[in-house]
T-cell receptor, first 115, second 114 residues
Framework: GDSVTQTEGQVTVSESKSLIINCTYSTTSIAYPNLFWYVRYPGEGLQLLLKVITAGQKGSSRGFEATYNKETTSFHLQKASVQESDSAVYYCALGDPPNYNVLYFGSGTKLTVEP | DMKVTQMPRYLIKRMGENVLLECGQDMSHETMYWYRQDPGLGLQLIYISYDVDSNSEGDIPKGYRVSRKKREHFSLILDSAKTNQTSVYFC?????????????FGPGTRLTVL
């Protein structure tokens, strides 16, 4: 079946430093999956941060970027300079066409940005 | 204001009691979801509803049932709760159009079964 792995449960970064949150995926489908990053701020529901549906492409939003790498089956999230307001839990997710309603989520990475 | 609400936010029940978790959305989305998340695991899909009275099992439906009598409202029911159903439950909705539609999530309900 499909699965998503986020190896870091928690990450702490100082403000203005760079960030990378790792995500790898596995799928048994012959089609390339669609990949997503969702973010959950304290007290709120998950919200879509960015998505990429084509292998080799990069998605970006709010200063975050992620590149869909089908060779390494990875979709790492990066930001050049984090802010305190970026403190949240970040979830990587995969969707396999044509079942467009089903997403498979990683376990989440809690980011704490220190002042 | 696009919103998914969940009630209650926190709930403590004893083993064997019935549990009702409620979810509402104000976006007229056709599709709604119930997930649970346990420590160290990703969100797991319990049930998906494609519209009123059109529900399908997700990956972990055992021990749960759902009800959707109005498009804006989706309930998750645990008949005779078990301690291994202690978890955080998330409801979500999406517009259900072709291709991947963004899922909008509620803030979650933390359920503890003693």
């Amino acid at each position: 079946g499909d699965s998503v792995t986020q190896t870091e449960g928690q990450v702490t970064v100082s403000e203005s430093k760079s960030l990378i949150i790792n995500c790898t995926y596995s799928t048994t489908s012959i089609a390339y999956p669609n990949l997503f990053w969702y973010v959950r701020y304290p007290g709120e529901g998950l919200q879509l941060l960015l998505k990429v549906i084509t292998a080799g492409q990069k998605g970006s939003s709010r200063g975050f970027e992620a590149t869909y790498n089908k060779e390494t089956t990875s979709f790492h999230l990066q930001k050049a300079s984090v802010q305190e307001s970026d403190s949240a839990v970040y979830y990587c997710a995969l969707g396999d066409p044509p079942n467009y309603n089903v997403l498979y989520f990683g376990s989440g990475t809690k980011l704490t940005v220190e002042p | 204001d696009m919103k998914v609400t969940q009630m209650p936010r926190y709930l403590i029940k004893r083993m064997g009691e019935n549990v009702l978790l409620e979810c509402g959305q104000d976006m007229s989305h056709e599709t709604m979801y119930w997930y649970r998340q346990d420590p160290g695991l990703g969100l797991q899909l319990i049930y998906i509803s494609y519209d009123v009275d059109s529900n399908s099992e997700g990956d972990i439906p055992k021990g749960y049932r759902v009800s959707r009598k109005k498009r804006e409202h989706f309930s998750l029911i645990l008949d005779s709760a078990k301690t291994n159903q202690t978890s955080v439950y998330f409801c979500a909705s999406s517009s259900g159009t072709g291709g991947y539609a963004e899922q909008f999530f509620g803030p979650g309900t933390r359920l503890t079964v003693l």
